[in-house]
Nanobody, 115 residues
Framework: QVQLVESGGGLVQAGGSLRLSCAAS????????MGWYRQAPGKQRELVAV???????NYADSVKGRFTISRDNAKNTVYLQMNSLTPEDTAVYYC?????????WGQGTQVTVSS
């Protein structure tokens, strides 16, 4: 079994910063992609940022230059540093792990940005 445990969400004012963390545990072997998705009320879940084990990253256009994804492969942990937050970033953020055995999701962590 694979488990993803997220932390770091919360309430912040516009212009502020938050850092999300997600630790994966269980049978994780080989090449993998870890990242973050988000879902705002009434909207579909969307990609925020993903990173391969080798450090290749991909960001949504809406977060480029503001968010930074990083990984600690030894700890199977992925981070999302979010700066210059806006109310449009308000959503539930989900950690995602994509490996050969399947795709796994965290339970989600709420990020709320007040104006």
């Amino acid at each position: 079994q694979v488990q993803l445990v997220e932390s770091g969400g919360g309430l912040v004012q516009a212009g502020g910063s938050l850092r999300l963390s997600c630790a994966a545990s269980g049978r994780i072997f080989g090449i993998n992609v870890m990242g973050w998705y988000r879902q705002a009320p009434g909207k579909q879940r969307e990609l925020v940022a993903v990173s391969t084990r080798g450090g290749i990253t991909n960001y949504a256009d809406s977060v480029k230059g503001r968010f930074t994804i990083s990984r600690d492969n030894a700890k199977n942990t992925v981070y999302l540093q979010m700066n210059s937050l806006t109310p449009e970033d308000t959503a539930v953020y989900y950690c995602n792990l994509n490996i050969m055995s399947g795709m796994y999701w965290g339970q989600g962590t709420q990020v709320t940005v007040s104006s």
